[in-house]
């Protein structure tokens, strides 16, 4: 599968921004998906993943309550809607894909368990 992330920019603290991430291939609805993403000089971390199914998600504390991941399968599309946004998300966002075969609501918050990775796209947050 092909990961194709946008919907980045500048924005100001407080703002809302939707980021999104087509899919290509037939089998979206077989892969786990996540978002990470990657602050100037710094590892890159996990912000938030869905099941298979859409039922299942799980975020990282800082961005609990402000975050929503989502999916259409049926679009081969995965959102994360950003509201509240803080300078500290100042990253490139990454979104990633796991293959799930054997779980509608298996999810994974490890880098290493997602062998599929899009090019990233550019969130700025000024104060």
């Known amino acids: 599968v092909q990961l194709v992330e946008s919907g980045g920019g500048l924005v100001q603290a407080g703002d809302s921004l939707k980021l999104t991430c087509a899919a290509s291939?037939?089998?979206?609805?077989?892969?786990?998906m996540a978002w990470f993403r990657q602050a100037p000089g710094q590892e890159r971390e996990f912000v938030a993943a869905v099941s298979r199914s859409g039922n299942t998600t799980y975020y990282t504390n800082s961005v609990k309550g402000r975050f929503a991941i989502s999916r259409d399968n049926a679009k081969n599309t995965v959102y994360l809607q950003m509201n509240s946004v803080k300078p500290d998300d100042t990253a490139v966002f990454y979104c990633a894909a796991e293959l799930s075969l054997f779980s509608t609501e298996y999810y994974s918050t490890a880098e290493r368990s997602y062998d599929h990775w899009g090019q990233g796209t550019q969130v700025t947050v000024s104060s």
């Open positions: 291939g037939r089998t979206f609805g077989n892969y786990a």
